[in-house]
Structure formats: C-alpha cells, structure tokens
C-alpha cells in the first residue's frame, strides 16, 4: 500500500506489518498508484470519493474499492496548555453534553453522513488492526464515544 512519508498511518501500517511504499507528497501518491507502485492506497472515510473526483480528468482509472475497508482507532484531540485546566474541563464537559443531547451526532452526521452513506459501509468487510502508536485510547471500545463502535455493537457493520 502507499502513504505518505511522514504520515502518522505509515507507522500504524508498517507497525502491523503491512509493507508499505511511502511516497514524499501527496498528489505523488495517486500517479504513483495509478503506475503501479503499490497496490492501493488507504484514505480516511471521507476523503476517496472527493479525491476520485478532483483526479478524474487527469487520472480516469482511479477509483475506490467497494467491498473491503481497514479500520484502527485514530482519535482527535483539543490540546491546551497544561496549566490550562479550566478550558480543558470546559471542552471535556461540552463534548460530554454534546454526546449526551445528540448534538455532537448530528454535527458530525452533517459533516461526515454523506461520505458514510457513499462509502455503503454495510456492504463492505471492515478489517480491524490495532493502533500500534497509541499506548492509550481514552475510551477505548466505548460505543458512545467512536463512531465505528457504535456501529460494530449495534451489527450495522461486518467487522473482522
């Protein structure tokens, strides 16, 4: 598979040993897939369909694959200054509410639900691998916290 070579992916893929050909910029990658340098090349959920669609002129045999995806966790973090506290428990408590009232659900429905329903996740075989670069998740497999968790514990999603 390819990725870029400074890519915090590259290091989870070769961290579960997957050989991985790395490649120095972006837009490099996708004519270095389409010349066969590897064989395909991971994106996040909402990124392909975007990308096959900016690079269709210029590289018409790019597409993405329908039936298989790999998923490992990758969470996002607010980061503040350590003596910050006061912000940190304020951010900690919004999320939480937002979580709870489903106000965080439907934001991140609005920014990421068309890519969800494009990307027919429940027709495809979902491939997990652990983040090898990560020695703690917080929340860790807690389906109110991880979208694809939740989907996995509900069976909306045929995980291995």
């Known amino acids: 598979?390819?990725?870029g070579a400074d890519w915090l992916d590259t290091r989870i893929l070769k961290g579960n040993d997957f050989k991985v050909v790395t490649g120095s910029s972006y837009d490099g990658l996708f004519h270095m897939v389409m010349r066969g340098r590897f064989d395909f090349f991971p994106r996040g959920l909402y990124e392909p369909f975007i990308e096959v669609q900016r690079w269709s002129s210029e590289l018409p045999g790019l597409t993405v694959e329908?039936?298989?995806?790999l998923y490992y966790p990758y969470p996002d973090f607010f980061w503040v200054r350590k003596s910050n506290t006061l912000l940190a428990d304020r951010l900690r408590k919004?999320?939480?509410t937002a979580i709870e009232d489903g106000s965080f659900d439907k934001l991140f429905d609005s920014e990421f639900g068309k890519a969800i329903v494009q990307a027919k996740l429940?027709?495809?075989l979902i491939f997990t691998i652990?983040?090898?670069?990560?020695d703690h998740i917080p929340h860790?497999?807690?389906?109110?916290?991880?979208?694809?968790?939740?989907m996995k514990h509900d069976g909306k999603l045929n995980f291995k």
């Open 66 to 69: 329908k039936s298989l995806a």
């Open 130 to 134: 652990p983040n090898t670069e990560l």
């Open 122 to 124: 429940n027709q495809r």
């Open 140 to 150: 860790a497999g807690d389906p109110q916290y991880c979208f694809f968790e939740r």
């Open 1 to 3: 598979m390819g990725q």
């Open 94 to 96: 919004g999320m939480e």
